[in-house]
T-cell receptor, first 115, second 111 residues
Framework: GAVVSQHPSWVICKSGTSVKIECRSL??????MFWYRQFPKQSLMLMAT?????????EQGVEKDKFLINHASLTLSTLTVTSAHPEDSSFYIC???????????FGDGTRLSIL | AQTVTQSQPEMSVQEAETVTLSCTYD???????LFWYKQPPSRQMILVIR??????QNATENRFSVNFQKAAKSFSLKISDSQLGDAAMYFC????????FGAGTRLTVKP
């Protein structure tokens, strides 16, 4: 069965709208979750590491005020794309892991389309 | 920073034949993990195989096996008896604290 639940799977919205994506760990408590972005025909690029109860760690070049991450519980992390614009259109994927020696489990991703 | 390089953007194999996908990585660490993930058109990330760096023995999962050369920092994936369902994007990944991916190889399987 699924280990990670990501919602929504697809969202289309107007430019300037803020969009929230949820990532839930179903099988275990995850102190760390990861958010990736994947543009068409490209690889997954790590955006940020979400840490339960503390601030997220963002990769270089990722605007923390643009991509708000909240990891308020051990099973839920949210990514909010604020004031989204067409260039934010992409496939966003979250992943969770129980520990560093375990493989990451990925959500099914969210296709974000900004008109 | 760790980098993962997949030098083959596209590969093609005849059904039932064997194909090898290449991956190299750069790290100064001695303890880490390596993975191959498959991403079909549905864009799900499916774990194919994993390798612990401290293990010398190459990992094997049914038709999938790796050739792990730690000194050379090489981690290739061999797919034997290729099937039509193997067609997908394949990503090599390195993990220590977080996971980094290569650019991917698109595998086509010809009937």
């Amino acid at each position: 069965g699924a280990v990670v639940s990501q919602h929504p799977s697809w969202v289309i919205c107007k430019s300037g709208t803020s969009v929230k994506i949820e990532c839930r760990s179903l099988d275990f408590q995850a102190t760390t979750m990861f958010w990736y972005r994947q543009f068409p025909k490209q690889s997954l690029m790590l955006m940020a590491t979400s840490n339960e109860g503390s601030k997220a760690t963002y990769e270089q070049g990722v605007e923390k005020d643009k991509f708000l991450i909240n990891h308020a519980s051990l099973t839920l992390s949210t990514l909010t794309v604020t004031s989204a614009h067409p260039e934010d259109s992409s496939f966003y994927i979250c992943s969770v892991t129980g520990s560093s020696n375990q493989p990451q489990h990925f959500g099914d991703g969210t296709r974000l389309s900004i008109l | 920073a760790q980098t993962v390089t997949q030098s083959q953007p596209e590969m093609s194999v005849q059904e039932a034949e064997t194909v090898t996908l290449s991956c190299t990585y750069d790290t100064s660490e001695s303890d880490y993990y390596l993975f191959w993930y498959k991403q079909p058109p549905s864009r799900q990330m499916i774990l194919v195989i994993r390798q612990e760096a401290y293990k010398q023995q190459n990992a094997t999962e049914n038709r999938f096996s790796v050739n792990f050369q730690k000194a050379a920092k090489s981690f290739s994936l061999k797919i034997s008896d290729s099937q039509l369902g193997d067609a997908a994007m394949y990503f090599c990944a390195y993990r220590r604290d977080d996971m980094r991916f290569g650019a991917g190889t698109r595998l086509t399987v010809k009937p």
